[in-house]
């Protein structure tokens, strides 16, 4: 009789369920990767989150040979929804703990109420048999109930999370996670609130840190001068190498389109982040919707400073409103694309307030066809009871009323045809910004990054031009080729 050497062959038996385990669970202890793909099921790995996972070993490397090797100071940036959070913030202080059960994490964020979320996730892991089969049984201590500060059962480590203004007084880290310091964009743009943040770190925070402890600074970049850009600053402007005090940061940054050859992951230039999750024609429909200066900055890591002459970041901002008094009037304005490549065709929708004040009520700006944008117009003239549609005309010249026209005859139309030269028609709206009798009804990032980025002689902001059209029409009584339609109605 045959014997069949792989049905007795040890080398070729497959290996048992629970023996597999037993590895994953031994292979999570040294490796950061495999403890997330243990404790957290749903975990999708990718290579920017491989990079990160190395370097978040070295933090931790770092910390357990008290500051002899490994990194101590460590700058992430990457775009939203790329997985940066769930690591850095909620699994890898309970990997760290884990191996290091006497060591203490602080996680801070612009609010108490992010900071304690990511601390009950990572007290929440701890807790399951999958984090004590992997740490020999490591549990919480009995009285730690509370998120905000909570320690390991017979030894000194734990975790505290608080807002960046919360006060670290009493309690000291091991590793501090700085993750979203700054909450919005209108907090990036104060200077007041950046010098604030920066108070709290070097005032605060900064002192909690233990000898030999490490600090993690992640957070969506909304301007050059925020924490990042002010320790990263620090840090190259200190040119003795030999001493001791010198903060040496560790930047990983990954934008969600690669740039140029020194890509940390070796990516072609522009190729995706995380090109399963967000494919390149999704990240191009992103920035088209959000607008360079959003785009630079949260997607890219790269903060642009608002450099438009005319239009003053502070005059839109600090006029904003939540809502809208009754209007006297509403527009509707329409900027046509005059490029043969397929330009976005700006359109605004902008009202007359009883106060005298213009409101900046809706941007309709689309990428389409002559059908298409005309039907957008059309549905924001009803949508919003305009009482006109004004339409620049030197593109198209009678075709754009035709368009309009084709989808709804009876719309009240006006077509104007620019003589002078952009920014000499924008200079009297910006006065009326100045003036602070302008609001927008909310906030139209790809509108205000046109209006504070645009440079005379650049390329042409279809947004804005709309926007100055409606605007002219509504607060400086500029009368040209008004025609009005036979028979008119209102909803």
């Not at 014997?3 to 202890?29: E, F, G, H, N, Y």
């Not at 590793?175 to 605060?204: F, G, H």
């Not at 494919?279 to 920035?287: E, G, S, V």
Request: aromatic content about 6%.
């Amino acid at each position: 009789m045959t014997m069949s050497l792989t049905s007795c062959s040890p080398l070729s038996r497959p290996i048992a369920k629970a023996d597999k385990a037993r590895l994953l669970q031994a292979a999570a202890q040294h490796s950061l990767t495999a403890f997330k793909r243990v404790v957290y099921r749903p975990y999708q790995h990718a290579p920017h989150l491989e990079a990160l996972d190395r370097a978040l070993e070295q933090v931790a490397r770092y910390v357990e040979t008290g500051g002899r090797e490994g990194i101590g100071r460590l700058v992430i940036e990457m775009p939203p929804r790329h997985g940066k959070t769930l690591t850095v913030s909620r699994l890898f202080p309970t990997w760290v703990l884990g191996r290091n059960p006497d060591k203490r994490i602080m996680l801070v964020s612009y609010g108490a109420t992010l900071a304690l979320k990511n601390s009950r996730v990572a007290r929440n892991l701890i807790r399951t048999p999958r984090f004590r089969a992997i740490f020999g049984g490591l549990e919480l201590a009995d009285d730690s109930a509370a998120v905000d500060s909570w320690e390991l059962k017979g030894h000194e480590g734990g975790c505290d999370a608080m807002g960046i203004d919360g006060g670290a007084t009493g309690k000291g880290a091991h590793v501090l996670i700085i993750d979203d310091p700054i909450k919005n964009r209108a907090q990036a743009e104060s200077e007041t609130y950046r010098s604030r943040v920066w108070d709290a770190y070097t005032n605060d925070l900064y002192t909690r840190l233990e000898p030999g402890g490490a600090i993690i600074i992640m957070m969506t970049r909304w301007h050059r001068d925020d924490l990042i850009g002010r320790v990263m600053g620090e840090s190259a402007d200190d040119d003795d190498e030999e001493s001791d005090e010198v903060e040496r940061w560790v930047r990983l940054r990954m934008p969600a389109m690669a740039e140029d050859a020194n890509d940390p992951l070796g990516r072609a230039e522009g190729e995706a982040l995380w090109p399963w999750r967000y494919p390149l024609p999704r990240l191009q429909k992103i920035a088209r919707a959000v607008g360079r200066y959003v785009w630079a900055a949260l997607y890219q890591q790269r903060p642009e400073p608002r450099e438009g002459g005319l239009f003053q970041w502070a005059h839109i901002d600090e006029n904003r409103a939540r809502s809208h008094p009754d209007l006297t009037r509403v527009v509707v304005a329409v900027d046509p694309s005059g490029s043969a490549e397929g330009d976005a065709v700006g359109v605004m929708v902008a009202g007359k307030g009883r106060d005298g004040h213009a409101y900046v009520l809706s941007d309709r700006t689309l990428n389409g066809t002559p059908g298409q944008w005309a039907r957008a117009v059309v549905r924001a003239y009803h949508e919003h009871q305009a009482d006109r549609v004004v339409a620049e005309k030197n593109y198209g010249g009678e075709m754009v009323e035709a368009v309009i026209r084709t989808q709804d005859a009876k719309v009240s139309y006006k077509g104007i045809t620019a003589t002078r030269g952009k920014e000499v028609r924008a200079e009297p709206v910006a006065a009326l910004y100045e003036q602070r009798l302008v609001h927008h009804v909310g906030e139209f990032s790809a509108l205000e990054d046109e209006m504070t980025t645009w440079k005379p002689g650049g390329k042409s902001p279809n947004r804005m031009d709309a926007l100055v059209w409606a605007l002219t029409e509504l607060m400086l009584g500029a009368v040209q080729d008004y025609r009005a339609p036979k028979v008119r109605i209102r909803r």
